[in-house]
């Protein structure tokens, strides 16, 4: 199972961005998919969560702002940026609990990272 992560870039503050997390290669079901950041010095921290359900939650700083979303048919969930900040700026991660055939439990599994990089 590989998860690809993009959509990353250089972008204005108040502007938009849109990033994509594909997940591949043999997998039974995706359970809940987050999406984290981490900017230099500082530790990861979860943006954006989302669940199989569709239940989804937000870290205050991006309430209202930032917004997930997924699509089942193509195994990829979205983090829509909108009235970006230069304190958004990080490389943003994506992680996804994936239940892969045969196996007794689901497992975690991460992608690579994308930078974003909003300018004041």
């Known amino acids: 199972v590989q998860l690809q992560a993009s959509g990353g870039g250089l972008v204005q503050a108040g502007g938009s961005l849109r990033l994509s997390c594909a997940a591949s290669?043999?997998?039974?079901?995706?359970?809940?998919t987050g999406w984290y950041r981490q900017a230099p010095g500082k530790q990861r921290e979860l943006v954006a969560h989302?669940?199989?359900?569709?239940?989804?939650n937000y870290a205050d700083s991006v309430k209202g702002r930032f917004t997930i979303s997924r699509d089942n048919a193509k195994n990829t969930v979205y983090l829509q940026m909108t009235s970006l900040k230069p304190e958004d700026t990080a490389v943003y991660y994506c992680?996804?609990?994936?239940?892969?055939?045969?196996?007794?439990?689901?497992?975690?599994?991460w992608g690579q990272g994308t930078q974003v990089t909003v300018s004041s």
């Open positions: 290669g043999s997998i039974f079901s995706i359970k809940a």
């Open positions: 992680a996804a609990t994936i239940e892969i055939p045969g196996a007794p439990i689901p497992y975690d599994y």
């Open positions: 989302i669940t199989s359900g569709g239940n989804t």
